[in-house]
Every structure is written in structure tokens, then in C-alpha cells.
């Protein structure tokens, strides 16, 4: 028969498996949780340079609208001048005939 000493011992044992396990745990968790702060800060350095880049791309995009509305504009005047020449042309070639 099991004396009170030996159920002690039998608890005692089971309390100490189940302290590892716990111990054991912790330990991978806290390895997890350190590698997760670490990416943490990669998360953060990738994210200020997204920022970075949308604003670059702001920035390019705006001056490509302000490029582009300047060789519309410089597109029209060499239009109306052309337009200005041919009717010319014509003028001349209406007179020489």
C-alpha cells in the first residue's frame, strides 16, 4: 500500500515534469517574442521607407503634371504657329496661281 510519503513523492515528481514543461515554454516564448521585436523594428525601417517612396512618387507625379501641361502649352503655340505658316502657304500659293 501507498504510504502518504509516497503519494508526496509521486506529486512532488509530476509538480517538478510540469515545472520544466512550464519553464520550457517560457523560454521558447520569450526566444519568440524577442525575434518578434526584432522584426518589429524591420517592419518599422520598411515602412518609413515605403513613406519615403510614396512621397518620392508624389513628388515625380506632380512634376510630371507640371511637365506635362508645359509641352501642351508649348505644343498649342508651335500648333497655332504652324497653322499660321500654312495658311501663309497657301496664301502664296493662292497668289502665285
Known amino acids: 500500500m501507498m504510504t502518504n510519503l509516497h503519494l508526496q513523492l509521486i506529486s512532488n515528481g509530476v509538480l517538478i515534469i510540469l515545472l520544466v514543461a512550464v519553464l520550457a515554454f517560457a523560454w521558447r516564448l520569450n526566444l519568440r517574442l ?13 515602412i518609413s521607407g515605403l513613406n ?24 498649342e503655340e508651335e500648333r497655332e504657329k504652324a497653322r499660321a505658316l500654312a495658311d501663309e502657304l497657301i496664301l ?5 496661281e
Open 52 to 75: 519615403d517612396a510614396t512621397e518620392r512618387a508624389h513628388s515625380g507625379i506632380s512634376h510630371l503634371r507640371t511637365a506635362a501641361t508645359e509641352s501642351r502649352t508649348a505644343l
Open 34 to 46: 524577442a525575434r518578434l521585436r526584432d522584426d518589429q523594428g524591420e517592419m518599422k525601417s520598411l
Open 92 to 96: 502664296i500659293t493662292q497668289t502665285g
